[in-house]
């Protein structure tokens, strides 16, 4: 069965400082991985996917996630965060499960940028 | 140009009671979902539907019957609610297959009293 972990249920960090959600998942046959954020009573947002190849995939607002085929990680980053960041991040895979595809969702962390 | 839209946004009732959601996609997708947020925001699916079909059926009460009268629609009809299908519930639809990622509606809050 694949499944998504996200390890941190909260992440804190400084406006201006690096941030890192992190993400580790576990499917059969190749990954599709994707960043979703949630603002407060919205639906959940596309950020970005994972694209085979590219280690480092560029998405919406300036983040970025890497893939670690090894480590089977996939881990959101920003180099300089923003309060307006702050939100609920989840982390997903697509995967074969029972015969047909299936989106699997990790618990989501939500992230705090400090002023 | 609300690519996903749920009808009603809040929805307020008593146990016992029959209640329906609907959902609606202008994005040419051909695959729907329902899934269901509890309080503490984990999403768990609970339907799907490939053009109109359904694929996915988690482990979900038959209580709840999905309906899909073409590509674009995905309602939802929960019968004899109960106080534990009080949650947040979204819509959601994409290209069934590969990366195509999932376009979400802002959701249902479901609070059955």
């Known amino acids: 069965a694949q499944s998504v972990a996200q390890p941190e249920d909260q992440v804190n960090v400084a406006e201006g400082n690096p941030l890192t959600v992190k993400c580790t998942y576990s499917?059969?046959?190749?990954?599709?991985l994707f960043w979703y954020v949630q603002y407060p009573n919205r639906g959940l947002q596309f950020l970005l996917k994972?694209?085979?190849?590219?280690?480092l995939v560029k998405g919406s607002y300036g983040f970025e996630a890497e893939f670690n085929k090894s480590q089977t990680s996939f881990h959101l980053k920003k180099p300089s965060a923003l309060v307006s960041d702050s939100a609920l991040y989840f982390c997903?895979?697509?995967?074969?499960?029972?015969?047909?595809?299936?989106?699997?969702f990790g618990t989501g962390t939500k992230l705090q940028v400090i002023p | 140009d609300t690519a996903v839209s749920q009808t009603p946004k809040y929805l307020v009732t008593q146990m016992g009671n029959d209640k329906s959601i609907k959902c609606e996609q202008n994005?040419?997708?051909?695959?729907m979902y329902w899934y269901k947020q509890d309080s503490k925001k984990f999403l768990k699916i609970m339907f799907s539907?490939?053009?109109?079909?359904?694929?996915i059926n988690e482990t979900v009460p038959n209580r709840f019957s999905p309906k899909s009268p073409d590509k674009a629609h995905l309602n939802l009809h929960i019968n004899s609610l109960e106080l534990g299908d009080s949650a947040v519930y979204f819509c959601?639809?994409?290209?069934?297959?590969?990366?195509?990622?999932?376009?979400f509606g802002n959701g249902t809050r479901l609070t059955v009293t």
């Open positions: 997903a895979v697509r995967g074969f499960s029972g015969g047909y595809q299936k989106v699997t």
């Open positions: 499917v059969s046959g190749n990954p599709y």
């Open positions: 994005l040419g997708h051909d695959t």
């Open positions: 994972y694209i085979t190849g590219d280690n």
């Open positions: 959601a639809s994409s290209q069934g297959v590969g990366n195509s990622p999932l376009h």
């Open positions: 539907y490939n053009n109109k079909e359904l694929i």
